[in-house]
């Protein structure tokens, strides 16, 4: 369980930086 957390944060750390990469509005709607 300990792990799927850590996983989870990683990929919404990604997320984030992806829609910063890309864009807000790109950014915004992939979240979305």
């Known amino acids: 369980l300990q792990n799927i ?3 989870r ?3 919404f750390f ?3 930086a992806t829609k910063i ?3 807000n509005d790109e950014g ?3 979240l979305e």
């Open 9 to 11: 944060d990683t990929g």
């Open 5 to 7: 957390n850590g996983v």
């Open 21 to 23: 990469i890309i864009g």
């Open 14 to 16: 990604i997320n984030m």
């Open 28 to 30: 915004t709607r992939v």
